[in-house]
């Protein structure tokens, strides 16, 4: 079936550093890539978006990049802070009919101040 | 606007017993999605509705039922309560005909802890 293989499951920076997360999809119809942070506790919330007729796509901090013959995209988040530690979810979707997600594993990101 | 909703926020069952957890959202979306959570298995689609009076099957639906009687409703129910069924529940929807915004963002819910013994 479609899946989402997500990478680190969990990463530690230091304040200031740089933060990537990867995902790799399978199904090559998917071209709508959302990525969510969930804060403890909390429900998650769409952070950046990108779709397939786009390589890449930055808001502030947080840019998105993807690779459509290879079949990857990644979350790159400069200057981390405190506020950044979360666990971060990919998901990979076709952008049509039920508009369903599969979401990777996440990545519990830690800042260390 | 509220946003989406869900009721209740924590619910503890005993194997056997059932329950229903109601979602609800203002936003007047089409789409509606039921979720699981559970450590290091990310979210996994249980069942989902494309309008109201449908629904369909997703990843794991096996123990839950569904109904979508109510556009802005999404009911979600367990028959028979059973300790794999331990987890957090969240309700998403998408996709406003009328709305700005792109077709494909899923808005979720507080979510639903749910501890069956």
């Known amino acids: 079936g479609e899946n989402v293989e997500q990478h680190p499951s969990t990463l530690s920076v230091q304040e200031g550093d740089s933060a990537v997360i990867k995902c790799t999809y399978s199904d090559s119809a998917s071209n709508y890539f959302p990525w969510y942070k969930q804060e403890l506790g909390k429900r998650p919330q769409l952070i950046i978006d990108?779709?397939?007729?786009?390589g890449e796509k930055k808001d502030q901090r947080i840019a998105v990049t993807l690779n459509k013959t290879a079949k990857h995209f990644s979350l790159h988040i400069t200057e981390t802070q405190p506020e950044d530690s979360a666990v971060y979810f990919c998901?990979?979707?076709?952008?049509?009919?039920?508009?369903?997600?599969?979401f990777g594993t996440g990545t519990r990101l830690k800042v260390l101040a | 606007n509220a946003g989406v909703t869900q009721t209740p926020k924590f619910r503890v069952l005993k194997t056997g017993q059932s329950m229903t957890l109601l979602c609800a959202q203002d936003m007047n979306h089409e789409y509606m999605y039921w979720y699981r959570q559970d450590p290091g298995m990310g979210l996994r689609l249980i069942h989902y509705?494309?309008?109201?009076?449908?629904?369909a099957k997703g990843e794991v639906p096996d123990g839950y039922n569904v109904s979508r009687l109510k556009k802005q409703n999404f009911l979600l129910g367990l028959e028979s309560a059973a300790p794999s069924q331990t987890s957090v529940y969240f309700c998403?929807?998408?996709?406003?005909?009328?709305?700005?915004?792109?077709?494909?963002?899923?808005?979720f819910g507080p979510g639903t802890r749910l501890l069956v013994l």
């Open positions: 998901a990979a979707s076709r952008a049509s009919g039920t508009y369903k997600y599969i």
């Open positions: 990108i779709r397939s007729n786009v």
């Open positions: 998403a929807s998408s996709y406003s005909r009328t709305g700005t915004g792109g077709k494909e963002t899923q808005y």
């Open positions: 509705s494309v309008g109201e009076g449908t629904t």
